[in-house]
């Protein structure tokens, strides 16, 4: 019911700036919060930030905070991240969800969240 569509991914050099969009659609009503996951090679897949479409309550994980914002367009249906002064370690595909306002979990969690864009490869080289 809530389709994703990703965009802003690249490379770039460590220090610099990128901007990830999701542009949400379907019923939109329905969505409660979107974030960003991310994963590396290697590595499982983690939480990197999320925001409420309600209230525009925002959640960072701890090796973004500072560094990334989180931000949300009602008018567009499209929320953003922000990722300021990007280190190597932030190499990873970047992952856009959403979760509906009948799920139950943490907002931390990929299991919270059912619907998935199909990632966008931030590449971030030193």
């Known amino acids: 019911q809530v389709q994703l569509e990703e965009s802003g991914g690249g490379l770039v050099q460590a220090g610099d700036s990128l901007r990830l969009s999701c542009a949400t659609s379907?019923?939109?009503?329905?969505?409660?919060?979107t974030g960003w996951f991310r994963q590396a090679p290697g590595k499982e897949r983690d939480f990197v930030a999320a925001?409420?479409?309600?209230?525009?309550?925002?959640y960072y994980a701890d090796s973004v905070k500072g560094r990334f914002t989180i931000s949300r367009d009602n008018a567009k249906n499209t929320m953003y991240l922000q990722m300021n002064s990007l280190k190597p370690e932030d190499t990873a595909v970047y992952y856009c969800?959403?979760?509906?306002?009948?799920?139950?979990?943490?907002?931390?969690?990929?299991?919270?969240?059912?619907?998935w864009g199909q990632g966008t490869q931030v590449t971030v080289s030193s």
């Open positions: 969800a959403a979760r509906t306002r009948s799920s139950y979990g943490s907002n931390y969690r990929q299991s919270s969240y059912q619907y």
């Open positions: 379907g019923r939109t009503l329905s969505t409660y919060v």
């Open positions: 925001i409420s479409w309600s209230d525009d309550s925002t």
